[in-house]
């Protein structure tokens, strides 16, 4: 079975900038609508607000991105990232079903499960990816630590609120294949130096 990185192909920022922002945008209305559907209790109420939140930063993140390329598009140029194409088609397939999904209603369980499934999409690999333009270690340090941030969230909401055994090992997977692939995007940043 081929990898990601093997279907993936090499592209410019240019060429993603826009449906990235598309993806995030979608996945932020998604949050929103949570927002509203989960009024009670607070606590749940404030995760949703602070997913749809940290959602809205990716697109200002990109729009940055978007004024770096347009003001240096021969730079940006030079600055690849690994794209693939079936990413993409999977993660708005999926964002398609649950927006009409969650208009029709769903429950706190399910909302969570929707959100696990998007967090796992490799979109939040190729926004950090795309973070190279800025040419700033600490840019990408904080959209990575927000990742992980959004993500412990989410474990402990499902943790609290649902009583899914499969749902939080899900999660909790999902936190340890990120902090992973964070250790190997340092060290390879490092040149292979551990």
Not at 64 to 86: C, N, Y
Not at 87 to 92: A, G, I
Not at 145 to 169: F, I, P
Request: hydrophobic content about 45%; some cysteine; proline content about 4%.
């Amino acid at each position: 079975m081929p990898t990601t990185r093997s279907r993936a192909r090499r592209t410019t920022i240019r060429e993603i900038l826009d449906t990235a922002i598309e993806l995030e945008k979608r996945t932020m209305a998604l949050y929103v609508g949570f927002v509203k559907a989960f009024p009670r209790p607070e606590e749940v109420r404030n995760f949703w607000f602070t997913m749809a939140r940290h959602e809205a930063g990716h697109c200002g993140a990109l729009a940055l991105v978007e004024s770096i390329v347009e003001s240096d598009p021969r730079g940006a140029a030079r600055t690849p990232v690994w794209f693939d194409p079936t990413t993409v088609t999977r993660l708005r397939s999926l964002l398609t079903a649950y927006l009409r999904e969650a208009r029709g209603g769903v429950g706190l369980e399910r909302a969570f499960e929707m959100a696990i499934d998007l967090e796992a999409s490799e979109l939040e690999d190729v926004v950090v990816d795309m973070m190279k333009v800025v040419k700033s270690p600490e840019w990408r340090e904080r959209a990575i630590q927000l990742l992980l941030h959004d993500l412990g969230d989410l474990s402990y909401m499902v943790e609290r609120h649902t009583r899914n055994e499969a749902l939080l090992a899900r999660a909790d997977a999902l936190i340890e294949r990120r902090v992973g692939g964070l250790g190997r995007r340092r060290v390879a940043a490092r040149g292979g130096r551990a």
